[in-house]
């Protein structure tokens, strides 16, 4: 079983930034996809930026140029930095795992912008 804890989330006015951390209780990361994801009150999930079990990364097309995904393999980490942050950009962001045909979740952490 993996756990997944996410932390760094809070308010911050919009064209601020946030750094937003997930620390995964697996070993080995390294060949794990892993990824940032949000929901929004009264909308669905969705992904903001990933890691394939290959390295690569992607984004979505509004956090392309603003966010940058990274991954620390040595201490299980990986990392959102949020930069330009937008009123939009208000929702819970989830940190996902996922190896071997399973995932995991973490709890969330709630990002708010005010304008």
């Known amino acids: 079983q993996v756990q997944l804890v996410e932390s760094g989330g809070g308010l911050v006015q919009a064209g601020g930034s946030l750094r937003l951390s997930c620390a995964a209780s697996?070993?080995?990361?390294?060949?794990?996809?892993m990824g940032w994801y949000r929901q929004a009150p009264g909308q669905q999930r969705e992904v903001v930026a990933t890691?394939?079990?290959?390295?690569?990364?992607d984004y979505a097309a509004s956090a392309k140029g603003r966010f940058t995904i990274s991954k620390d393999n040595a201490k299980n980490m990986v990392y959102l930095q949020m930069n330009s942050l937008q009123t939009e950009d208000t929702a819970v962001y989830y940190c996902?795992?996922?190896?071997?045909?399973?995932?995991?979740w973490g709890q969330g952490t709630q990002v708010t912008v005010s304008s």
């Open positions: 697996a070993s080995n990361i390294s060949l794990d996809g």
């Open positions: 890691f394939t079990s290959g390295g690569n990364t």
């Open positions: 996902r795992l996922w190896r071997y045909g399973a995932e995991y």
